[in-house]
C-alpha cells in the first residue's frame, strides 16, 4: 500500500472518529452574492483559499465528490483563476490543500463544511459568553464571478482595528487596561474552543476616537485542532501562551472580565448542546461542555480581582508571574517588532 493511501486512510480515520462535524447547506435559503473579476482577489497562496469581495472574505465550500470527480472540479476551479493570481507554488500546492479537505470532510452532506462548522460554532461560543465583538462574523452564501460557476460558501466580515505592526512606534502609548481585558476575554473563548491559532497576527487592533487600543477584532478561526475532543483547558497555544489553567486547578490570570465569567458559571449543559449541535459531534460537543466545567470549578476556587482592570493589573500581569499570557505574547510581538526584530 503505498504512502499516499495510508495517509488518506489516516485522515479519514481522524475525520470520523475525532471530529465528526459537518452541516447540511440549504441553498436556496442562503443570500446570494454577484460580483465582477475587478471587484474581487484571489488568495490562494495560505492554507485556506479565500476570495476577498466588497462583502467580505470568501471562503469556497466545495461539492464533497469521489476523488477522480472531486480532483476534476479542483482543476476546473483553479483555471478560473486568473493567472497573475495563483497560487505561487503553482498547481501541485493547490492540489495537495485541496485533498486535505477532501479527507477531513465525508460523504454525509453535499458540501465540504468542515471549516466553516469551526468558524460558526466558534462565534456561537463567543455569544454565549456575550463577546461575540472580539470575532469577525460568517455565514452561508452564493457567489457568482462575471456570471460565472455557482459558488457555495461562507463570508467573514472584515476584521475592524489596524494590524499591530502598524503601531510599532507607538504601542506603548496607545495600549491600555481595557485592551488587556478584551485580550484575556478572548483567552477565555479560545480556551472552551480549544483553539490555538489566535495569535497577534490573527487579530487586529482596535483603537477608539483618540487613538487608543481598546478591543480587538479576531479572524481566521477555525485552526485544525479548534473542538478537539479533549475535555482539558490546559493546553498551549502556537503562539506558546500560558495554560489559563495552572497545576493547582486554579486560574492561571491576575484578573478576569467579571461580566464573561457571570456568564459563564451561568452556563448549562442545555446553553451548550443547542448552541453547537448543528455544527459539531456529539464527542466535540460533550469535550467543549467538559472544558466550560473545567473553567468554572477553576474560577470557584481562585481569589482575584475580577474586573479590577488598571494599569496596575496591566504591570502584574506583564511581570512574567502568570508565564506568557495572551497580553504578554501581545507585548513581546511589538517589542519585537519596534526593536526590528520582526
Given amino acids: 500500500m503505498d504512502t499516499l493511501r495510508i495517509k488518506e ?3 479519514c480515520l ?32 495560505t492554507t485556506n483559499n479565500t476570495i476577498k469581495t466588497p462583502k467580505g472574505y470568501f471562503r469556497i465550500c466545495l461539492v464533497h465528490l469521489v476523488k477522480k470527480e472531486y ?21 501541485d500546492f493547490f492540489v495537495r490543500k485541496g485533498l486535505r479537505d477532501w479527507r477531513l470532510n465525508g460523504r454525509k452532506y453535499r458540501y465540504q463544511t468542515y471549516n466553516a462548522c469551526s468558524s460558526l460554532a466558534e462565534e456561537k461560543v463567543a455569544e ?6 472580539l470575532l469577525t462574523r460568517s455565514h452561508f452564501c452564493r457567489v457568482s464571478i462575471d456570471g460565472g460557476e455557482e459558488l ?6 472584515f ?20 485592551l488587556a481585558k478584551e485580550v484575556s476575554n478572548l483567552n477565555i473563548v479560545d480556551a472552551i474552543c ?9 487579530y487586529h487592533i482596535i483603537l477608539n476616537k483618540i487613538g487608543k487600543a481598546v478591543s480587538i477584532s479576531c479572524f481566521d478561526n477555525d485552526s ?59 464527542n466535540q460537543v460533550n469535550a467543549c461542555w467538559k472544558r466550560v466545567v473545567e473553567l468554572q470549578r477553576a474560577i470557584q476556587k481562585t481569589e482575584f480581582r475580577y474586573d479590577k482592570w488598571t494599569e496596575e493589573t496591566v504591570r502584574e500581569e506583564l511581570s512574567g508571574r502568570y508565564g506568557r499570557t495572551y497580553y504578554v505574547v501581545l507585548w513581546e510581538l511589538c517589542e519585537a517588532i519596534k526593536k526590528g526584530i520582526r
Avoid at 152 to 157: E, I
Avoid at 194 to 202: A, F, M, S, V
Avoid at 232 to 260: E, H, M, P
Wanted: charged residues 25%.
Fill in 224 to 282: 485544525p485542532w479548534c473542538f478537539s475532543p479533549f475535555g482539558s483547558v490546559d493546553f498551549t497555544t502556537y503562539g506558546g501562551a500560558s495554560s489559563i489553567i495552572d497545576q493547582s486547578g486554579r486560574i492561571n490570570r491576575c484578573a478576569l472580565d467579571k461580566c464573561v465569567i457571570d456568564k459563564l458559571l451561568a452556563l448549562t449543559k442545555k446553553d451548550v448542546v443547542t448552541a453547537l449541535s448543528p455544527y459539531l459531534g456529539s
Fill in 194 to 202: 480549544y483553539e490555538k491559532d489566535h495569535r497577534p497576527g490573527n
Fill in 71 to 91: 480532483l476534476t472540479q479542483l482543476k476546473r476551479l483553479y483555471e478560473s483563476v486568473p493567472e497573475n493570481q495563483r497560487p505561487e507554488r503553482g498547481y
Fill in 128 to 133: 454565549l459568553l456575550g463577546l461575540e465583538r
Fill in 152 to 157: 457555495v460558501g461562507t463570508m467573514a466580515s
Fill in 14 to 45: 481522524i475525520r470520523w472518529t475525532l471530529f465528526p462535524r459537518g452541516t447540511e447547506i440549504s441553498v436556496s435559503d442562503i443570500p446570494f452574492y454577484r460580483f465582477t473579476s475587478d471587484e474581487v482577489v484571489y488568495n490562494f497562496n
Fill in 9 to 11: 486512510m489516516v485522515m
Fill in 159 to 178: 476584521a475592524e482595528g489596524v494590524d499591530v505592526r502598524m503601531l510599532k512606534d507607538t504601542f506603548q502609548d496607545v495600549f491600555t487596561p481595557e
